[in-house]
């Protein structure tokens, strides 16, 4: 997987130098829990500068914070990390996922405002985004326009 990262890195910014290559990973800090056996490294990708971004896949209504803080205390540049927060929840594995309140979807946003500034953060998934969510986050946390901070590596 990380010759496969670095190849794609190396030739797409050949392509497009100002390209932002991110990746949707649950990246681990370490001394912790082990990686993903998939071969995901998104540290080291991170840190070699071979992708821009780390969305941090954390869709529980509590998140795991302490992780995401170590993952960022492990990085050379910590802004990398932004955590995509869920905006559903599922009864169980086989149930249909039904979207988050607005008021908690804000709550993630403000969250992430709070202890990461200057990074962001993410929703998932698009399709159960309702119109309550999107007036939350318009009125509360993303009162002012959101931009992002990161740069492409080259």
Known sequence: MTDIVKNLSKQARILKPK???SIDGQPKAPGG????????????WADYG?????????YRQRIDFENVDAVRSALKQPEKMIVL?????KMDDQSEAI?????????????A???WPGTGMGLYIY???TDEQVNALRTGPFLENAFPVWKAAN
């Open 33 to 44: 829990e082990l990686r993903a056996l998939e071969g995901r490294d998104e540290l080291a």
């Open 127 to 129: 399709s159960k985004l």
């Open 99 to 111: 979207p988050r309140t607005g008021d908690l979807v804000a709550k993630y946003a403000a969250f």
């Open 113 to 115: 405002q709070r202890r």
């Open 19 to 21: 390209l932002i290559i």
């Open 85 to 89: 927060f869920g905006n559903y929840d």
């Open 50 to 58: 071979w992708i821009d971004v780390i969305f941090g896949m954390d």
